[in-house]
Nanobody, 127 residues
Framework: QVQLVESGGGLVQTGGSLRLSCAAS????????MAWFRQVPGNEREFVAA????????HYADSVKGRFTISRDNAKNTLYLQMNGLKPEDTAVYSC????????????????????WGQGTQVTVSS
């Protein structure tokens, strides 16, 4: 069982930066592949980025590639998402998720692969 709590969201201007954190409690955090998803009201939850249990492999949605960086610190049981060059279309609720099913592409982009989810943190980018 893993519990996930996101933080770091807020209001930022276009072109600004934010760093999201996802603190995990429970055992075996280092054995889970982790991801960030985002959701706008009325839309389905959208894949943003994923990272393998070791942190050595990662995968990004085309819409954020080159602007966002996913990373993890297994010693601190924490997942991060560094977001640079933010755009109004990045406005959403961002949630972290964990899966014990490994890290394969494109499987890690599917919501159904994830067993545990956080409540989310709001990111708003003003134009």
């Amino acid at each position: 069982q893993v519990q996930l709590v996101e933080s770091g969201g807020g209001l930022v201007q276009t072109g600004g930066s934010l760093r999201l954190s996802c603190a995990a409690s429970g055992r075996y955090f280092g054995s889970y592949a982790m991801a960030w998803f985002r959701q706008v009201p009325g839309n389905e939850r959208e894949f943003v980025a994923a990272v393998s249990w070791s942190g050595y492999s990662s995968h990004y949605a085309d819409s954020v590639k080159g602007r966002f960086t996913i990373s993890r610190d297994n010693a601190k049981n924490t997942l991060y998402l560094q977001m640079n060059g933010l755009k109004p279309e990045d406005t959403a609720v961002y949630s972290c998720a964990a899966t014990g099913r490994g890290f394969t592409i494109p499987t890690v982009t599917r919501r159904s692969e994830y067993d545990y989810w956080g409540q989310g943190t709001q990111v708003t980018v003003s134009s």
